[in-house]
């Protein structure tokens, strides 16, 4: 029997070169060696206020984003978090174990709440990463790729599992993290120093899977280098370091490659091929992107749905059993 995998990405913002590198590529490559469910997770979206027709309409932009990046229905089950009741319901249980401690130490939570006062934090960003742990529990999940920033949030799902299963007898797999070798983190090309993010204040921070062939070229001119003139894969070079690995990445060179490619060579010759290599990825995909139709994508959520309640539905009656309520 195949390992399970299940991801997902929330729709919110614009997604860019870190959520397809980190994500979405490795789900892509990993499709025949395991058996693999991805969702849009528009409930994780809503612990920061969205405007509702936005929502819907991103909703279904993920998807098809998904399906232009190669993940293939006939081999993945694609799902919308919300049309599938369960996820809600093992939040809650699993509410009953979590510990406001852990949750306090989540480093994605006190990034997002960072801005605000204590007070005025939503409940449902706090609780984000046991939303999360049911979304990955309740599929018998061996395996969660993800970028590093998620790390956190599956350890904190093994602990729930564990945790469940040593008290109500052994009920939930635990889950592995996955993460893509040189993906894993993409930093923001304006800051070395953190990751490509889609609520970034300026959107000099990441290439947009949206982005035109001008707006990359633009993006990667005004990218920030680091002091010297050589092109060199190395720790104390973050800035090119993180350049040369989404150039790795697209272009399938190796980062050694791609060092003999430019010995003698600046960095002006080199971002020039970098927004190259990323609009050469860019513009198919956003051909793919766009033949793709609402009808086509909402049919493959609908019987997506129906594959994941049927598993979610078996999981949680297993569940109820075990804490004792009535089935
Ligand atoms: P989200 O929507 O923030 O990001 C989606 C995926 O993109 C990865 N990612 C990155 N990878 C490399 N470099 C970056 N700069 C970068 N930025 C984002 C993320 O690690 C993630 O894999 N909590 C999740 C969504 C979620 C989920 C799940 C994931 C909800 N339930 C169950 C896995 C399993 C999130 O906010 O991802």
């Not at 027709?53 to 190669?70: D, F, P, Q």
């Not at 599938?84 to 401690?101: D, F, P, S, Y």
């Not at 990463?129 to 309740?138: E, R, Y």
């Not at 939930?172 to 893509?180: A, T």
């Amino acid at each position: 029997m195949k390992k399970r995998i299940f991801s997902g990405i929330q729709p919110s913002g614009n997604l860019h070169l870190g959520n397809y590198l980190g994500a979405i590529k490795q789900w892509v490559d990993l499709q025949d060696e395991y058996e693999t469910i991805f969702c849009v997770v528009d409930l994780h979206a809503i612990t920061v206020p969205q405007d509702p027709e936005e929502l819907r309409k991103k909703t279904l932009e993920i998807a098809k984003i998904y399906l232009a990046s190669g993940i293939d229905p006939t081999k993945s089950t694609l799902f919308v978090q919300s049309q599938v009741q369960e996820h809600t319901e093992l939040a809650w249980i699993l509410n009953t174990l979590a510990r406001l401690g852990d949750l306090e130490k989540m480093t994605q939570f006190k990034d997002k709440s960072e801005k605000n006062e204590k007070e005025t934090v939503g409940v449902g960003l706090f609780d984000y990463p046991v939303l999360m742990a049911s979304d990955i529990l309740l599929y018998d999940t061996n395996v969660v790729p993800v970028g590093k920033d998620q790390m956190q949030h599956i350890e904190l799902t093994r602990n729930l599992a564990e945790r469940f299963n040593k008290r109500f007898g052994e009920t939930f797999v635990i889950p592995e993290g996955k993460l893509s070798k040189e993906g894993a983190l993409i930093m923001g090309l304006d800051d070395p120093t953190k990751k490509m993010s889609k609520s970034a204040p300026s959107e000099y921070n990441y290439i947009a899977l949206s982005d035109t062939a001008e707006t990359v070229h633009r993006k990667i001119k005004k990218a920030v280098t680091d002091s010297g003139s050589e092109i060199v894969y190395s720790d104390d070079k973050p800035a090119l370091k993180n350049l040369i690995n989404i150039y790795s990445l697209l272009s399938g060179k190796t980062t050694q490659d791609i060092e003999v490619m430019y010995v003698g060579k600046g960095y002006g010759d080199f971002k020039t091929d970098l927004a190259e290599v990323v609009v050469n990825f860019l513009a198919p995909f956003q051909e793919r992107l766009a033949n793709i139709s609402d009808d086509d994508a909402l049919a493959i959520l609908e019987s997506g749905a129906e594959k994941a309640r049927e598993l979610a539905r078996i999981k949680m009656k297993q569940v109820r059993e075990k804490i004792g309520l009535l089935v």
